[in-house]
């Protein structure tokens, strides 16, 4: 759960005071082997400080993988762990440019800098006063001239505004602004366990839906929902960030394109950006293996595109019901492996073959059959110098396996 901050943590961290403290507190190492003697020399100088100013140096470290340019931030361990990193709140922020949004969930205002760097008026609120002072602080540094916040309600409750954006306490299922768009993130943790489970989202995805239904929407959700099942009928966006699954986006009919159902977003820390919707054909054709194997972006496995890709850039798969592509070339910018060999998985038959390529670093990738790669490296007892990759999976009815050169 981390340190519970408090009120007057948030005014002493946000103080020149607190922030020379968090200064000298950053140049400690903090790591397991070094926490008594840390944690003594803090409170010889802070007292009662030294739990907030440890927990604050900790997170802001762990947050540079996250989040762009928070060195300065505050936040609670909570609050971080469900932050969207920077990258994809910049891309949707895009999407909004121009509108009037209200973040009804905005936490410590991961999203809110981004809105506000593009929106000419940004409400945030939340349940939570002290993720709401944090949510004032890290937007410090980001308050820039802007245009009047336009039709904004009261929400009801003290408000904090800035240049562009507007701060204040409210229930996410108590609609509070008009004519704005409405994001929210739903906490997806329930009991301190990550849940799949859309009514035991907070607040509830059912009931935010509902509470917001007609308006122009979008909600950040787990890739991991079964949407299908959910009856959304806008688009469900997933986004990946460096070739890993971040998360899902539902938008309203009125924020997407028309026929649009399906989009996969794949984000690169090196800004690279593109996107594919299930509006592109999918026609593909249904070959021997090619040259190559494909191992299609995450965001376009759970987002259902597989076909689409393969539509786009002349490839085709190596099963209908498996995501792994094939072709004879390889997509610009995308791993692709080469096929050296095809046979039958059989793991004596396989371990001999590895031994005489004099294969050593083994890459195993499994989809569609039951096999544990580490398990089967470890059975495969390989003692070479040559690096391969293995790419493990079924065709028809039989379980096949692709011996292929490591790119």
């Known amino acids: 759960m981390g340190y519970r901050f408090s009120h007057e943590d948030v005014r002493y961290l946000g ?133 009047e916040p336009g039709p904004l309600a009261s929400a009801g409750g003290p408000a904090e505004r800035t240049r562009n954006v507007m701060l204040v306490r409210a229930d996410a299922l108590r609609p509070s602004s008009r004519d704005t768009v409405i994001i929210a993130d739903p906490a997806r943790r329930a009991d301190g366990r990550r849940t799949h489970d859309p009514a035991a989202l907070s607040p509830p995805l059912p009931d935010l839906l509902a509470a917001y239904a007609g308006r122009d929407l979008a909600v950040k959700c787990a890739p991991g929902l079964d949407f299908d099942r959910l009856g959304w009928s806008g688009e469900v966006e997933v986004v990946s960030l460096d070739g890993s699954v971040r998360e899902a986006c539902l938008w309203s009919a009125g924020l997407t394109e028309s026929g649009v159902t399906r989009r996969a977003t794949v984000l690169s820390a090196k800004g690279a950006a593109w996107t594919i919707t299930d509006a592109e054909p999918d026609d593909i054709d249904e070959r021997a293996p090619g040259q190559w194997i494909i191992d299609p972006d995450g965001a376009i496995v759970r987002a259902g595109l597989v076909r689409h890709y393969a539509s786009k850039y002349g490839l085709w798969q190596l099963d209908p019901r498996i995501a792994y592509l094939t072709g004879d070339t390889v997509p610009e910018g995308v791993r692709g492996f080469r096929i050296l060999d095809r046979m039958d998985f059989r793991e004596k038959i396989l371990r001999a073959e590895l031994h005489r390529r004099d294969c050593g670093p083994l890459e195993i990738l499994v989809r569609g059959v039951d096999v544990d790669p580490d398990a089967l490296r470890s059975r495969l007892k390989l003692h070479g110098t040559r690096p391969h990759t293995l790419v493990i999976t079924r065709i028809g009815r039989a379980a096949t396996v692709f011996l292929c050169s490591t790119p």
Do not use: M, Y
């Open 15 to 147: 103080s020149a005071a607190g922030n020379a403290a968090l200064t000298e507190v950053a140049l400690l190492e903090l790591t397991p082997a070094t926490h008594l003697r840390d944690l003594e020399q803090v409170r010889r100088t802070h007292g009662d400080r030294t739990a907030a100013l440890i927990e604050t140096v900790r997170l802001r470290r762990r947050a540079g993988a996250k989040l762009l340019d928070a060195a300065q931030w505050l936040f609670t361990d909570d609050a971080l762990q469900q932050a969207t990193p920077t990258l994809v709140a910049r891309q949707r922020a895009a999407r909004l440019a121009g509108r009037t949004v209200h973040d009804v969930t905005c936490s410590i205002g991961a999203e809110l800098v981004e809105l506000a760097r593009v929106c000419p008026a940004v409400l945030g609120s939340d349940l939570d006063e002290v993720r709401l002072a944090f949510a004032a602080h890290n937007l410090g540094p980001h308050w820039h001239e802007a245009a």
